[in-house]
């Protein structure tokens, strides 16, 4: 099939990508069960994703900027430091009686950085080398990261199977990642080329299915309508607004560069969502889920918005034109 049709096919996808999110959330409580039982398949399937994702990614894109740690470093303080920690406070403060709704925001804000954001950097012209350094290291630092703060900060309220988890991202990230970018160097790139137009479009199909069968596992459990669902929603949605002001600021602060503000404006504000509900799903309640079901419905809106109002109008064009 011609490689580009199936890169058309995968740009007209993920235009749609907010419309399948909510079709594979409303064909999982459609099917609940009859689709519950092949959740074992959740983690192949974000394997995949990872390993399309990672196909055209370069070392030397890292070692250009490992040299200049700063913006690294702030990008880190924010995204594993301030985050997590405003979405335990928060949520502590509003859902004091409620476990479950709280450990689902402090491992939605524990979770590696969205591949995606480096789309949305390219397309407001930022500092993609950047961009690819943090989503590899944050890929990498995840599988200790990730367990290390949902035990600091929940440990002392739910059980945590630390190692089963550390195996668990190690299978969904860093193993496809780094599959992904050895393939890329060891071919210089030939068979990224022709991979790619095949792997994108699936990946895409590959997510809507790892939506439908996760929720599908929680519907059962979920039960009827409660007014928490929506406040802890909403509170994913303002906690995932400082992350997109706060690498914003904390860039310019640090004296970056439109590009680095770009960069980090969309990298700290950008989480792993459906890593985060296979993670859920496996070692939590499905009630942890709930926020995460808001998030994932909704962070490509905020990335949208926070680059129109915080990029400018001119770059908003981009986006449209994109």
């Not at 925001?105 to 390219?122: E, G, H, K, N, Q």
């Amino acid at each position: 099939m011609n490689e580009d049709f199936l890169l058309a096919i995968n740009r007209m996808i993920e235009k749609a990508m907010p419309c399948l999110t909510l079709a594979g959330i409303a064909i999982g409580f459609l099917l609940g069960d009859k689709v519950a039982v092949y959740s074992y398949l959740a983690v192949p399937l974000f394997a995949f994703m990872t390993f399309s994702s990672t196909l055209n990614m370069k070392v030397d894109d890292f070692l250009s900027t490992v040299r200049t740690p700063k913006y690294i470093l702030v990008f880190f303080i924010v995204f594993l430091g301030v985050q997590p920690l405003l979405a335990w406070g928060i949520s502590s403060l509003l859902f004091p009686g409620d476990a479950q709704i709280i450990t689902g925001l402090v491992l939605l804000y524990s979770t590696p950085i969205a591949v995606s954001s480096s789309i949305w950097t390219d397309i407001y012209k930022g500092n993609m080398s950047l961009s690819i350094t943090l989503i590899l290291l944050g890929t990498l630092v995840a599988p200790v990261a990730t367990p290390f703060l949902i035990q600091l900060y929940r440990g002392h309220v739910v059980h945590l199977p630390v190692m089963s988890m550390f195996i668990s991202l190690l299978l969904m990230i860093v193993i496809p990642s780094i599959l992904g970018i050895c393939l890329n160097e060891l071919s210089n790139g030939r068979l990224p080329r022709h991979l790619s137009p095949i792997c994108k479009p699936l990946s895409k199909f590959a997510l809507l299915l790892v939506i439908i069968v996760n929720i599908a596992k929680i519907k059962s459990s979920i039960g009827s309508f409660e007014l928490v669902y929506l406040q802890s929603g909403l509170l994913a949605i303002f906690l995932s607004g400082i992350g997109f002001i706060g690498g914003f600021f904390a860039a310019r602060f640090a004296g970056g560069d439109g590009g680095c503000q770009v960069s980090l404006m969309f990298s700290t504000g950008m989480r792993n969502i459906s890593a985060a509900l296979v993670l859920a799903i496996a070692y939590f309640s499905p009630r942890t889920a709930i926020p995460l079901i808001i998030g994932i419905l909704f962070q490509q809106a905020m990335a949208a918005v926070f680059g129109s109002v915080l990029l400018g109008r001119e770059k908003e064009y981009q986006v449209n034109k994109a």
